[in-house]
């Protein structure tokens, strides 16, 4: 019903820089609110970052001063904007959308890799 399109990924060098889009389209009338979790390869998906409604972000402590979430002004779409990349910031990450009682939504994923 609700279906997520990430978009930016990419190879960078550490210390660059990657936006990430996340595009939502069908019913987007139930959706709470929105983030990106992460996971690398032989570990946990992660929380990265997520935004409700009304405006309120969170962030992994890894995050905190380098990562920014934010909305776009019209629909669901939402950014990740991150800065001083680091190699252990490689992995997959993939958009969330959380639809209260109708459960959650998940991207297709987009691969972020971080090396020199």
């Known amino acids: 019903q609700v279906r997520l399109v990430e978009s930016g990924g990419g190879l960078v060098q550490p210390g660059g820089s990657l936006r990430l889009s996340c595009a939502a389209s069908?019913?987007?009338?139930?959706?709470?609110?929105m983030g990106w979790y992460r996971q690398a390869p032989g570990k946990q998906r992660e929380l990265v970052a997520t935004?409700?409604?009304?405006?309120?972000?969170n962030y992994a402590d890894y995050g905190k001063g380098r990562f920014t979430i934010s909305r776009g002004n019209a629909g669901y779409t939402v950014y990740l904007q991150m800065n001083s990349l680091k190699p252990e910031d490689t992995a997959i990450y993939s958009c969330?959308?959380?639809?209260?009682?109708?459960?959650?939504?998940w991207g297709q994923g987009t691969q972020v890799t971080v090396s020199s």
């Open positions: 969330n959308a959380d639809l209260g009682v109708y459960g959650r939504s």
């Open positions: 069908g019913s987007i009338s139930s959706i709470n609110a």
């Open positions: 935004i409700t409604n009304g405006g309120s972000t």
